[in-house]
T-cell receptor, first 108, second 113 residues
Framework: SQQGEEDPQALSIQEGENATMNCSYK?????LQWYRQNSGRGLVHLIL?????REKHSGRLRVTLDTSKKSSSLLITASRAADTASYFC????????FGPGTRLSVLP | DAGVIQSPRHEVTEMGQEVTLRCKPI?????LFWYRQTMMRGLELLIY????????DSGMPEDRFSAKMPNASFSTLKIQPSEPRDSAVYFC???????????FGPGTRLTVL
């Protein structure tokens, strides 16, 4: 099965609300990365968190990593319609694996 | 920098034909990745290169698929013969080091009839 798996599969929120997406993985990792994909386009890197880090911020993004639970979360605060996209976690361990993604819809 | 460049952007071909997808990574990046994305299977890593050498090709689905990287600025993914189930969007990505941030190209949308 896949290394990284996001949940929920789909999330719909109102503009201004916070969006939280989770990622679980199975084996040890060197780092975990989050990417965004707008419809019909390539993925764009958002943030990388290393295995010895617990939390990282970038603008309205906050990522946490719990290696004991083999899980990560991505929080987008004060969401905007432009945040509508699919979000993927990718784990770097022995290999490099993307999860199936969370489809986020931010309604104006 | 123009970013990762892929060509063609769209390809429609008939079953049995050979298909060649091309990628130019970002200058200075030493790792290159080929991915395939479908609704059913999501984003799958097919193969990646480090310093022009294939490191892991375990994701290549069949012998019909082959990839080369003759130099640091060019890679190809070839499907011969193509089949309808190969229809997907194929992405190329590059990075500085295999575990770091990857920069994706715009993808090639392949349709095999």
């Amino acid at each position: 099965s896949q290394q990284g798996e996001e949940d929920p599969q789909a999330l719909s929120i109102q503009e201004g609300e916070n969006a939280t997406m989770n990622c679980s993985y199975k084996t040890s990792i060197n780092n975990l990365q989050w990417y965004r994909q707008n419809s019909g386009r390539g993925l764009v890197h958002l943030i990388l968190i290393r295995s010895n880090e617990r939390e990282k911020h970038s603008g309205r993004l906050r990522v946490t990593l719990d290696t004991s639970k083999k899980s990560s979360s991505l929080l987008i605060t004060a969401s905007r319609a432009a945040d509508t996209a699919s979000y993927f976690c990718a784990t770097r361990g022995q290999n490099f694996v993307f999860g199936p993604g969370t489809r986020l819809s931010v309604l104006p | 920098d123009a970013g990762v460049i892929q060509s063609p952007r769209h390809e429609v071909t008939e079953m049995g034909q050979e298909v060649t997808l091309r990628c130019k990574p970002i200058s200075g990046h030493n790792s290159l990745f080929w991915y395939r994305q479908t609704m059913m299977r999501g984003l799958e890593l097919l193969i990646y290169f480090n310093n022009n050498v294939p490191i892991d090709d375990s994701g290549m689905p069949e012998d019909r698929f082959s990839a080369k990287m003759p130099n640091a600025s060019f890679s190809t993914l070839k499907i011969q013969p193509s089949e309808p189930r190969d229809s997907a969007v194929y992405f190329c990505a590059s990075s500085l080091g295999t575990g770091n941030e990857q920069f994706f190209g715009p993808g090639t949308r392949l349709t095999v009839l």
